[in-house]
């Protein structure tokens, strides 16, 4: 698997080579906000390039009327109501649970892949066909997980210690192969299976991603600004100059760096992800300023994206090995036409801007990348192990101490 990234200036720390080999480099000016984060360093480019591409990107139309790390809920603002900012919010902190759920998922997927490596095939078949999950081995995608991340990992813990009996051909019966004389013989041997190891190891394996997470969602500001500064060219100039500066590279080495084998499909999966929630949240909040009647269009617009999802979106919530999907999609809505939809029947006409949506997608992804965040921030995910094991703990004390009782 290979990536896309324009050319780089030599980084000045190993960690922020791993994460330039993740996403695109910036290509203009990032959008000041209130998170610091490793980033790599652009190419400078030429100033009106730099100037125009910013301000087409920062237009007042499509700020967020909130942020996510402001403690208090800021004034209404761009048309959407304070009732409408305390929704996008729930529905932001809902998004959490799949967010780590597809943590799990990928720590399940990448743990099975460490075990192959060492030739431990019983254990990475175990991991995968643990709580139903049969088939994830072969799955690239975020929907995978039956059951909450949690309730995987205490189902895990708690389960008790098994012993299999492997039996296989045995490759050296004598004879020229292929003899029908000869008996087919078999050898065979036990294996014990602690379940509780290896929920330790996915534990470890989950917190190692974690980290990744944290690096890899700060490069999508940049991510959108460069689908902003290809699309700004491809209209003014009809090709990308800055595109063949772009140079393929390998997703994984394991010689100079600690990166997850599976760090760039994760990082393409977390971008379909990202499209994905950011499509209903723009959805869902065109539809509400439509019933607040504070934008005529916003129906129109809800129902054209909602067409466009089911048209060209739906793949992004199956099973791909193909990259860039969740960017395609972002630049489909880009590239469309405005259009005129109404002004018959005795509907009133209003105007669709595809790229406005964009915009607000964008922004959206953004958004959401800081909220999932701030979910794995170093310590987080080790919190979450350390109260699930002493829930468990508490657990089983309380248990024993009703016993004794009786």
Request: proline content about 5%; hydrophobic content about 35%; glycine content about 6%.
């Amino acid at each position: 698997h290979r990536h896309t990234l324009p050319a780089l200036q030599a980084p000045s720390s190993s960690r922020t080579m791993q994460s330039a080999k993740l996403a695109f480099c910036n290509s203009v000016s990032v959008v000041p906000t209130a998170r610091t984060t490793t980033t790599p360093p652009a190419v400078s480019r030429s100033a009106n390039v730099r100037s125009s591409a910013s301000s087409f990107c920062n237009r007042p139309v499509f700020n967020h009327p909130y942020s996510t790390t402001s403690s208090t809920a800021p004034a209404p603002m761009g048309g959407v109501s304070m009732t409408s900012w305390k929704e996008r919010s729930e529905r932001r902190a809902k998004s959490i649970t799949p967010f780590k759920n597809f943590l799990t998922q990928r720590a399940i997927q990448t743990l099975a892949t460490y075990s192959r490596e060492f030739l431990d095939e019983t254990s990475a078949e175990f991991v995968e066909e643990f709580g139903g999950h049969s088939g994830l081995h072969a799955y690239q995608g975020y929907k995978f997980m039956k059951m909450d991340w949690n309730e995987y990992l205490i189902s895990m813990v708690s389960a008790p210690t098994e012993t299999y009996t492997i039996k296989k051909n045995n490759p050296y019966r004598g004879g020229t192969p292929g003899n029908p004389y000869i008996k087919e013989t078999f050898l065979s041997y036990k294996v014990v299976v602690d379940p509780s190891k290896i929920a330790t190891r996915l534990m470890e394996c989950r917190e190692h991603i974690a980290n990744e997470f944290h690096q890899d969602l700060g490069l999508i500001g940049q991510e959108s600004l460069e689908i902003v500064r290809h699309h700004r060219a491809m209209v003014t100039h009809k090709k990308d100059d800055q595109g063949a500066l772009q140079m393929a590279i390998f997703d994984h080495d394991p010689l100079h760096n600690t990166s997850s084998p599976k760090r760039a499909g994760t990082y393409e999966l977390l971008k379909r992800m990202l499209a994905v929630y950011a499509y209903r949240e723009v959805v869902a909040a065109r539809k509400a300023a439509a019933e607040a009647g504070i934008d005529r269009a916003a129906e129109a617009e809800a129902a054209w994206l909602e067409r466009m999802f089911a048209e060209h979106g739906t793949p992004l919530e199956g099973s791909s090995h193909r990259y860039g999907m969740g960017k395609e999609f972002v630049e489909k809505v880009l590239n469309s036409s405005p259009r005129i939809v109404g002004g018959i029947d005795g509907v009133e006409p209003a105007l669709v801007d595809p790229s406005k949506l964009a915009m607000m997608m964008l922004k959206e992804m953004e958004a959401l990348a800081e909220c999932w965040q701030d979910a794995v921030m170093p310590g987080l995910t080790e919190e979450d192990h350390l109260n699930l094991r002493r829930t468990l703990l508490e657990d089983k004390v309380k248990v024993e101490v009703e016993v004794e009782g009786e």
